[in-house]
């Protein structure tokens, strides 16, 4: 087991935490996420932070790819 599987298995991320992320993967910037998911800056920043915490993760990227690798989010298919 390599140290991004390793790490942060503590707690099952919610949906928005999951939403935010996979949209953040798509390289669109917080307040652009925000936008498409209809919430507040301030609420993506927070499901963003809740994420990377509950993955262990030390980084946005660290956190999308923990979530990628452990099959918690996919890619949308929208182009990007």
């Known amino acids: 087991m ?4 390793s790490v942060g298995a503590d707690r099952e991320l919610g ?5 935010v992320l ?5 390289g669109l910037m917080t307040d652009e996420v ?3 998911l209809g919430m507040s800056p301030n609420d ?3 499901h963003l932070a809740r994420a990377i915490d509950a993955l262990g993760a030390g980084s946005k990227l660290h956190a999308v790819v923990i979530a990628f690798r452990r099959g918690l989010i ?4 929208d182009g990007r």
């Open 2 to 5: 390599n140290e991004t599987e």
């Open 15 to 19: 949906g928005d935490e999951r939403r």
């Open 74 to 77: 996919d890619l949308p298919n």
């Open 22 to 26: 996979a949209l953040a993967a798509t």
């Open 34 to 36: 925000a936008a498409r």
């Open 44 to 46: 993506a920043r927070r």
